[in-house]
């Protein structure tokens, strides 16, 4: 199986769409299959390590963390990110999580603001990011875009994840 290819489900195409309404406003999806779809998504553009720096439970089946990552853009561009989100387990050992963070370059002279929903089981989660950024430099390709994810953890919240820039 291509390591770079993502099924993407029915609630995964629900997570999006909510995703685009919610944190970049007029931009919308259409989607004309019920069937999951298979897309083809090519190199990564991030590729990073973080881990879950505070947890705190916020009520019933839901908690609030916050974390730190450092990765790379495109192989080349050095950077770090740090944001919260509140995960919801739904049952059966699965969460919804929706988040926010920021990412600046390693260098910090420039910053982009991304918004996230992802569905998960505790190991493992699929989710998508929408980016905006105001910068003119390095990161001015993520203005207004849609990332996809794929995140491995393990049981101390570190985690690894690859990100696809969806065109």
């Known amino acids: 199986m291509n390591k770079n290819r993502f099924t993407i489900s029915n609630t995964a195409r629900i997570a999006v769409m909510l995703l685009l309404i919610g944190g970049i406003g007029s931009t919308s999806i259409l989607f004309s299959s019920a069937h999951a779809q298979t897309i083809t998504l090519g190199e990564p553009i991030f590729v990073e390590k973080g881990a879950d720096t505070v947890q705190r439970e916020i009520g ?86 849609l990332v996809v994810y794929k995140i491995g953890e393990d049981e101390s919240g570190n985690y690894a994840d690859k990100q696809w820039l969806w065109k």
Do not use: C, H, W
């Open 60 to 145: 019933p089946n839901r908690t609030q963390f916050t974390y730190t990552s450092n990765g790379t853009m495109n192989g080349n561009i050095e950077y770090y990110k740090t944001g919260e989100f509140v995960s919801v387990t739904t049952g059966n050992n699965q969460t919804f999580d929706q988040g926010k963070g920021i990412l600046t370059t390693k260098d910090g002279s420039e910053t982009a603001n991304y918004t996230f929903i992802e569905v998960g089981n505790g190991t493992g989660y699929l989710g998508a990011s929408a980016y905006n950024t105001n910068s003119t430099g390095k990161l001015s390709i993520l203005d207004n875009v």
